[in-house]
C-alpha cells in the first residue's frame, strides 16, 4: 500500500531506535512498542496492523468506541492509556486488553465487575503521578499510596496486575527524566519486594524513548514519531 509507505518507514525506524537504544543503554529487558493512534484514522492503524505492529494505545474512550468497533475483524491488542471516567469503563471492559491508567479503586472495581467472564483478566498498570503535578492523573508516588492501590486490585481475579506506568512532566531536562523514570523503577522494585509480582514499565513517548528504555521500561508509547504530528488538541 504505497499510500501507508511513509507511516510504515516511520514506524520501521521506530523499531530500529528500539533495539538500537537497548544496545547502547546495555538494557536487557525486551521492550514492546504500543503505537498510540490517537487522533489518526483507523485504516493507518490497519496499515500499521498488516506490517507487523499488534498493539495500539488510544486515550479517548469515544475514539477507541469508533476505531475497536471499525477494526474489530483484525486481533488487535488495544491499550488504553487515557483517564477513565466510571461512566464509559464498560467498552474498555470488553474491548481493551490492557488499561495503562488505574489510579483509583472504584475504577479497578467497575473494571473487574464489567469485565466478561470468557475473556482472559484484563491487564492492568497503576498510574503515578510521578512528579507530583496538579493537572494530572495517577496516585501519589508513596509506598502506602501503591502498596494500598496494589492490594486491592490483586484481590479481583478478573484483573492483573503488571505494572506502573507514568507520563513524565513535560520540558524536563534530561537529569529530571532520569530522576522520575528511576524513580519509577524503584517503585517497581517496592512492589515486588512486598509480594506482588510485577514486571511492567509503561513509561518513554516520543520525546523520551530513549531515556526511559535507559531506565529500565518495558513499554514505550509512541505517537507523534510514527503518525505524525497530531492535529487537535488532547485535551478534549
Ligand atoms: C499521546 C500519548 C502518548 C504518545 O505521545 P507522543 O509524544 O505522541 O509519542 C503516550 N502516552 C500517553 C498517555 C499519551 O497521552
Not at 501507508?4 to 528500539?18: A, F, N, P, T
Not at 509480582?197 to 524513548?209: E, F, H, P, T
Request: with cysteine; net charge positive; hydrophobic share 40%.
Amino acid at each position: 500500500m504505497q499510500k501507508y509507505h511513509e507511516l510504515i518507514g516511520r514506524w520501521q525506524k521506530i523499531m530500529q531506535d528500539i533495539q538500537q537504544t537497548r544496545q547502547q543503554t546495555g538494557a536487557t529487558q525486551p521492550v514492546q512498542l504500543i503505537a498510540v493512534s490517537k487522533t489518526f484514522p483507523a485504516e493507518e492503524i490497519a496499515a500499521l496492523f498488516h506490517a507487523g505492529q499488534h498493539d495500539f494505545g488510544e486515550n479517548y474512550i469515544q475514539e477507541f468506541i469508533d476505531k475497536s468497533a471499525h477494526l474489530a475483524d483484525l486481533p488487535i491488542i488495544w491499550h488504553m492509556i487515557g483517564h477513565i471516567q466510571s461512566n464509559k469503563s464498560r467498552i474498555v471492559a470488553q474491548r481493551a486488553q490492557w488499561v495503562h491508567t488505574i489510579d483509583r479503586e472504584k475504577i479497578a472495581r467497575r473494571l473487574h465487575d464489567q469485565r466478561p467472564p470468557h475473556l482472559p483478566p484484563l491487564n492492568v498498570c497503576i498510574e503515578i503521578n510521578i512528579a507530583a503535578e496538579k493537572n494530572k492523573h495517577g496516585i501519589a508516588a508513596t509506598k502506602e499510596a501503591l502498596l494500598t492501590l496494589a492490594t486491592t486490585i490483586t484481590s479481583l481475579p478478573r484483573l492483573k496486575l503488571r505494572g506502573l506506568m507514568c507520563v513524565a512532566k513535560a520540558d524536563s531536562s534530561q537529569k529530571e527524566l532520569q530522576n522520575q523514570f528511576n524513580h519509577m523503577h524503584t517503585l517497581l522494585q517496592l512492589l515486588n519486594q512486598n509480594g506482588f509480582n510485577a514486571d511492567v514499565l509503561s513509561m518513554g513517548m516520543s520525546a523520551d524513548m530513549n531515556t526511559a528504555i535507559g531506565c529500565g521500561a518495558t513499554h514505550v508509547r509512541i505517537g507523534s514519531a510514527i503518525f505524525g504530528h497530531r492535529q487537535y488538541a488532547e485535551n478534549k
